[in-house]
């Protein structure tokens, strides 16, 4: 529900959903203030979208958001159940900023619209809305992992929050095994049963919870790669690699993303394949996220320190194996960077979808296109099973990946790439919303027919 302002992602396949259909974006500000979610509306309206959003005081921010969102449920939710912060304040903060958000929206709410709720920030929305008395469709989408029954029941007051959530129709996940694994949950823990396609049963509430895989708008974004800003980029790196290989990385700093296993990984490659010695350079580029939280310090601290032990080890005087940049780039100069990129490096410990692959694969030439090494825990495994699949804790698996996908054969790397671009053209952004939306309108038609 928060506004990113980024055109990327959620925001890219919402903005369409909204677009087509009219409607109402309603979420956090971004910022704190003393009245938060008391205080005034920030309206902006297009010609057929109506962004409203409220603010939040410091209190509510630090328990809710840098609390029980980020530093319980984000750890929890990604299977790393020794960096989460169980605090009852935290859970308190964050069930209080979900029933004042409630509070607000529901006199917005008009009697045929179908509500559309996004992320883990606000799983028990849907229960608080509907003990205001709204009887309206409402889905729920996940963009992060959901884990296993053992994992999540780890987390007190777990089977309360997963019972708040069966108040939605539709709970949409990024894979397969998310949404098997939050059924599971639900039988398991909860007493209910499964039924088929993806339905779970719990006294008399019957949920629809299945995967519904995020895509982006390939055919746009493979036109980003001829843009005057990503021209002039790739030229530049063209010019410092001088008929030398790239692979490139980009992601948040994030203990999530498996950064300091892919550095070790690279130094195994220059290690076992020496060959790549001075003519393979990895460029990461990582913008930090929740910079205060001192998980992401320390591993900034861990990644600052590996790229300057690798490089001390094997630079030559003209070569630097890797370039790690902590910062963020626009989309289109990103699009630049992976076609001059032999091989792209998306190798999560755990993730839910990850887009940079499908955008890596999408800003590749088809006469010549690059390869993608691919972690198996990511989201975007399970629709991409053409990359070169590797486990990312093991250097060793992950150097061999990125040695073959650097000596893979043309016909090999075009025929691979094709396959993966023209499902990622058909499973678009358009093809994600319009599908998860049509389910959840199928609900208000099941529940006129009971009726």
Request: net charge neutral.
């Amino acid at each position: 529900m928060k506004d990113t302002g980024k055109a990327g992602g959620l925001a890219v396949a919402l903005v369409d959903a909204l677009t087509s259909s009219g409607g109402l974006w309603f979420g956090w500000s971004g910022k704190v203030s003393e009245e938060g979610t008391f205080g005034p509306f920030q309206q902006q309206k297009t010609k057929s979208v109506q962004l409203v959003q409220i603010d939040m005081t410091q209190a509510d921010h630090d328990s809710f958001y840098a609390g029980y969102a980020n530093r319980t449920l984000w750890p929890i939710l990604h299977y790393r159940l020794d960096l989460a912060v169980f605090d009852r304040q935290f859970e308190s903060g964050y069930r209080h900023v979900n029933e004042r958000f409630a509070t607000r929206l529901q006199p917005l709410l008009q009697p045929d619209d179908h509500i559309w709720v996004h992320d883990y920030h606000f799983m028990p929305l849907a229960a608080t809305l509907r003990e205001m008395g709204v009887t309206a469709p409402i889905g729920f989408f996940l963009h992060i992992p959901f884990p296993s029954p053992e994992i999540l029941a780890a987390l007190p007051n777990a089977g309360a929050l997963v019972r708040s959530m069966l108040a939605y129709d539709v709970i949409g996940f990024q894979t397969s095994r998310d949404a098997a694994n939050f059924r599971r949950f639900v039988v398991d823990e909860l007493g209910g049963s499964e039924g088929e396609g993806g339905l779970v049963r719990l006294q008399g509430r019957q949920v629809l919870a299945r995967a519904y895989p995020i895509g982006i708008d390939a055919e746009a974004f493979s036109k980003f790669p001829m843009t005057p800003e990503a021209v002039r980029n790739s030229a530049r790196i063209a010019k410092r690699l001088a008929g030398r290989q790239q692979v490139v990385g980009v992601d948040r700093i994030d203990y999530t993303k498996g950064l300091p296993e892919r550095f070790r990984a690279f130094a195994r490659l220059l290690e076992d394949y020496p060959e790549n010695r001075g003519q393979v350079s990895l460029m990461q580029i990582a913008p930090p996220s929740r910079a205060e939280l001192d998980a992401y310090i320390d591993i900034r601290r861990e990644l600052e320190g590996l790229t300057g032990h690798v490089n001390s080890r094997f630079s030559e005087l003209d070569w630097t194996p890797i370039h790690f940049i902590a910062k963020a780039f626009p989309r289109k100069v990103l699009a630049g960077i992976y076609r001059s990129s032999r091989a792209c490096l998306v190798t999560p410990l755990r993730d839910g979808m990850n887009l940079v692959a499908k955008e890596y694969i999408a800003a590749q030439r088809a006469e010549d296109p690059g390869v993608l090494v691919l972690s198996r825990f990511a989201g975007a495994a399970e629709g991409m099973p053409e990359a070169v699949i590797v486990n990312p804790h093991s250097d060793e698996e992950v150097a061999r990946g990125l040695q073959r996908a650097l000596t893979m054969p043309l016909e090999e790397r075009r025929d691979r790439w094709q396959v993966m671009f023209d499902r990622l053209c058909r499973e678009d952004a358009h093809s994600w919303s319009s599908s998860f939306v049509a389910d959840l309108e199928g609900t208000r038609r099941e529940a006129s027919k009971a009726a």
